[in-house]
Each structure stands twice: as structure tokens, then as C-alpha cells.
């Protein structure tokens, strides 16, 4: 199957998907208990209104209602929903009903992609070579050291140890570098290496075993056997093809690393999707909900995507299917 | 003559010998490093204070006592208290129940739905099986948190709400593995070797797939819990964990945040306790896969 044809289909699946976690996402949060308007956030001023002057206040919710076309049938609005959600056009929040989502997610939305590119590629440069490094030490006190540490950073989620940093850095060793807030360079550096911690413990496990696994191979042993030189047979022969099973890994890495960006944030006050995402959900802001884990999916399928085309770029054993 | 006595001692042992052998060997290999033997004895800290903790706990999680807020460790109060004056320890002994009752429930129904389905595929093949590892397809490709997210918005901020939320999304390596192993049962060269030598179906079930499904299981639940306990902690960050005044990690760690510098203690407890636990648990489960699995892993 060719490159286009393979893509086209995947691109349809894509989606299809998206479009039934869309409506799903929006039914689930149609059947929740509880509207925007009940919740604590705004029941304060509203609350007033509505003992003050029932009148204007119905009319405000009717007009609030008409708006976001929550008075239409449940299977329009969520038709609607996802056809405009599909289409990039999100209207606004609850909240913020004169900002569109649109204006937000230019400005949280690169935070996030920078936070979760930047932590995958640390950890690609980084876990490669310790990877390499304890296959190449099997069973050595260094390659159990290397072992024990990438279950270490695998086991702390990375808003723990966002928290043990802020805790290091601010407590123990304040001024060092900034704990706190977005915008320098500096401050980009705890929360990208609170991400990379666990996804370089898992590339360092899967090169190791990646290149043991190839290092078994007889053509390894005929490079070896015909005189080419250790770091040659290393570097040339065997790393090429564990690179290649390396790529797979990408994927899962990167969707885990998109989640935990919004925890981390959420630690450093970092003003991405995950603050948006802290502000929308508790109040039942459904678009603003919606559309920001529905930026945040696309932004993980479309990695695996890319992957799965790399994938069958590098390896031409795998047939695109 | 020696070596037919030796072969017939060994056949006529074989049976009483061979029953304990497997678990015993796991438990060898598994003693072999200390790290997963410290690990399980952490985790059964861990469960005998979930278990115990509200007898042991000197106040209740609701307890407050203004005069006393935001002390350092003391005597009365060993872990320091918050704002409120929460007697921070018994925080703590109460979040490690709601953890544990939390993890558990959600792993089992997880478990629950990942057998059911995973059964179905295996045994059922053709559309059933398709359209079920579609699913699985779906939910390892895409960010399951999400969908924790929504449910919990749907269902609600109980224990038993967000119990169910985790564990109705977290059943598609269950049910990946069970489909495998039902196939690998059915066409497995193992199963064939024991049926030719005439075995009957209940002494294959019992002597060779048995044995077999309960390990891969046991290590799937150990791997399960702490990666539950991850998610429901971490609902607590973006505002959507146990509802308060019930106690959590992910509450103690969310709501620790702006007074970090003023009142450390605030987080090195909860974060220092729920890392050494996940860490723990991570140990055992990586003990145990090599204990029953020395070949495979890593």
C-alpha cells in the first residue's frame, strides 16, 4: 500500500474517532450533575440576581442558553458540537464569554507543546546513550545502577517529583533556579526535567534491551568476525536497528508525556492547557473542558501518526497496512 | 542401574516435589535482590496502615484546631499540622485508606471488564474479537486520563464515583492479556504436547494453564495499583479529585502548593510517603515479573 493511501485512511480513521469521543465527551458532560450555573464559581453574583430580580435573571440563563445553543434537542447540540469542534471553530466559554477559546489556546497551547516536545527529546538524547551504556555493561554494577534508577523514574509520577524539586529548590537550596512561573529560559528547566525523568528511564530500559537483544544476531557476530572494529560494529551494525524498535516506544512516551504536562504546570503554575484545564473542569465549563483535551488528543494522535509512518519508513519489513 | 534408580527416585518424587517447585523458585528468585524484598515490606506497611489507620489515627480527618494551625512536627502533632490545623499525620493515615480502597476497587473492576472481554475475544473470534481489540487499540492510543476526566465530571467526587471512573477506563491491557493467553492456550505448543501424551482437559487446566494465567495476572495487578493510585492523585490537580474534607494525596499535594516555602512540611510528608510508596510498589511488581518470567523482561 502507498504512503498516500496509507495516510488517507488513517487520516479517516483519525477522524472518526475524534468525532465519537467528541460526542461522547459532550453527552457525558450533558448528563453531569450540576450546571455552570450552581457551581460555587458563580452562583455568587448570579445568586444575588436571581433573589433580586427572578425576572432578569430567567432571562439572562434563557439568553446564556440560547447562545450556546443549550436549548435546542440534545442530539442537535451535540451534532453541532462536534461538526464545529471538527472544523476549528469553538466558540467561547462559559466563563469568559467575550474571549474566544481560540485567543486561550494561542497562548497555552504552545506552552504545553513546548513542555512535552522538549521532555521527549531531552530524554531521547539522554536515554540513548545510558541505554547503550548499560547494554554494553550487562550485569555489571553500572548497568543494575542504570536499571534500578529507570524503574526509579518510571515509578515517581512527574508531579511528585515536581514537588520534591520545588521542595529542593525552595526549601533546602532556594535562588538556584527559578521553582515558579513561565517565561525564561530558567524557568522552563525544573518542569521539562520533572517530564524527562520517567520517559529516560523508559528509553534507557528499552534501548538496553533493544541492543541485546541485537547484539544476539549473527550478522553482528560477522561484522565482528570480519574485523570491523568495536565501535564501528556497535554504532553501524547493531544501534541502527535498535533505533528503529526505539521509534515505536515514541509514541506511548510522548501521549504520557502531553497528561503530564498538564499536572506539571499545574505545580509550577505554568499558564498551559493544564491551568486551563484546572480552571474548566471543577465548574463544569463544558467547551472550554471539551476543547482542551480535544487539542491535547490531536496533538497525541497526531504524534502516533507520525510515528507509525517513521515506523514503516525505517523498517522496511513492516508493510504499511 | 544406578541411573535407572536415580530416574525412578526422581519420577516417583515428582509429584510432591513439583507442586511446591514453582512458587518456591519464585520466591528465591525473587529474595535474590533486596530492592523488591524492601519494596514488600514497605507496601505491607503501606496496606496494614490503610487497614488499621483510623484506629491508630489520633483525630479524625475532620478535626481541626485553629490554635494549633499551620506547627511544625511536634510530639502531639508528628507531621505538623495545616491552615485549618488538620492534624497532618492523621491526614495522611486516612489518605493511605481512601488510596488503598480507591486502587484496589478500581484494579478489580478494571480486572473485571479486562477478563470478561478479553475472554469474549479469545474464545469467541472473528467480529467479536475484532471489534473488542479495536477498542483496546483505542484506548492504549489515546490519553486515558482524559476520559477519567470527563467521568469524573459526569459521575461525581465520592469514593466510589471516582473508583469507578478510574477503573472503567484502565481494562484494555487486562483484557489484551487475557486474549493472549486464551490463544496461546488454545494453539500453544504446550497444550498440544500435553494432550498427545493424553492428559485430560481439567489436569491440563489445572497443572499447566492455571499456573501459567496466575502469574501473568499477578503481575499485571502489581503494575495495575500504583499506576491507579498515579491517576487518582493526579485528579486532584486539575481540581477534580476526592471531593473534600476527604483526605487524599492528591489533595494534601494540591492543596500544599502556594505555602510550599512557609510550611515545607506540608509536602515533604504526603509527597515523601506517596513516592516511597509507588516506588515500592514498582519494585515488587518488577521483582515479581522477574521471579515467575527470569528468560523474558528486561
Redesign the interface.
Known sequence: MGVAKFLGKRLVALVVTIAVVLAVAYLLMYAAPGSFFNSTNIGASLGQLRLQNPELYRQYVEQFESRYGLDQPLWAQTLKYVWHSLTFDFGTSFANPSVPIMHQLRSAFPISAILAIGSVVLSILIGIPLGVVAALKRNTWLDSTLTTLSVAGQAIPSYVLAVLMVLLFGVAMPGVVPINGWGTVGEAILPIVALSAGNVGVITRYMRGSLIEVLRQEYVRTAEAKGVPRFNVITRHAMRNSLTALITVVGPTFAFTVVSTVWVEQIFSIPGMGNLMGAAFPTKDVPLSITSIYILSLMVMGMNLVVDVLYRAFDPRVALE | MAVTELALGVVGDESSFRRTSQAQLAWRRYRRNW?PVAGGVWVLIFVLAGIFGPWVAPHHYTDTDFLNANQGPSWEFPMGTDGLGHDMFSQILWSIRNALEIAVGATAVSFVIGCVLGLWAGLRGGLADQAIMRVVD?M????S??LN???V??L?RGMFPILIAIGITGWASYARLIRGLVLNMRNGEMVEAARSLGATWPHIARRYLLPNVLSSMLVALAFGI?ADL?IM??LS????GLLPPLPSFGNL??QA?PN??GY?WL??FP??I??LT??S???VA?GLQEAFDPKGG?
Do not use: R
Not at chain 2, 492504549?140 to 490519553?143: E, G
Not at chain 2, 490537580?237 to 477534580?240: F, H, P, S, T
Open positions: 530492592l483505542f492504549f492510543a489515546f490519553p486520563y482524559f476526566l470527563i467521568l465530571v459526569t461525581g500504583p498515579v492523585a493526579a490537580l486539575v481540581g477534580l499535594i494540591a502548593g510550599v516555602l515545607p509536602l515533604y509527597a515523601g506517596f513516592a509507588l516506588l510498589f514498582l519494585f518488577d528486561s
